[in-house]
């Protein structure tokens, strides 16, 4: 057990049967009444973003999540292989639990997975991905100086706005966390 005090973001706690990440936190003290830390925390079963505020006396239980980094294999379906770098264990991840990260997954990929008492809570993918564009519109010239953005279809089937100069076969540089374009590779 932990005093709330002591929150830090990326901290993991449980209450009740739900295991949460403090994504920010903020203490605060009134001038009438006692303290209090206001919260915005992640739910890693389900994803979902909650703002909790707790007493300052509160205690919550500190949860010890295992991450572990495993190498992307393949899609069979509806599951996703991955092997650890280690030991060489595979484990697969239904579909459900790796969500929107599907778009960034390219194979032999090393990501991070989260377990927490043998369940698989999640995987945390780099910042950024290197893709190669497998459809864009052309460039008609002169159009490019306007600085405007048109939309390209990566391998992953990943839909960026990229600029006017990006072709097909191009191997460009993606960040994880927005999904927009940061770079050629």
Do not use: C
Not at 8 to 23: S, Y
Not at 29 to 45: E, I, M, Q, Y
Not at 51 to 78: C, H, P, S, W
């Amino acid at each position: 057990m932990i005093s709330v005090n002591d929150f830090k973001n990326g901290l993991t706690i449980g209450t009740g049967k739900d295991i949460w990440q403090v994504v920010e936190f903020q203490h605060v003290k009134p001038g009438k009444g006692g303290a209090f830390v206001r919260s915005t925390l992640r739910n890693l079963r389900s994803g979902a973003v909650q703002d909790k505020t707790f007493r300052a006396t509160e205690k919550v239980e500190k949860i010890d999540v295992n991450t572990r980094e495993m190498q992307y294999l393949f899609n069979d379906g509806g599951t996703y292989t991955f092997m650890d770098t280690d030991t060489y264990e595979q484990i697969e991840i239904p579909q459900e639990a790796v969500g929107d990260q599907i778009k960034y997954l390219k194979e032999n990929m090393l990501v991070s997975i989260s377990s927490y008492e043998g369940e698989t809570l999640g995987i945390e993918l780099p910042n950024k991905v290197d893709l190669t564009v497998t459809e864009t519109e052309p460039t008609i010239k002169g159009n490019t100086a306007s600085g405007g953005s048109k939309p390209a279809t990566m391998e992953t089937g990943l839909v960026v706005q990229v600029p006017f100069f990006i072709n097909q076969g191009d191997v460009l540089t993606i960040n994880t966390t927005d999904g927009s374009y940061i770079s050629r590779a």
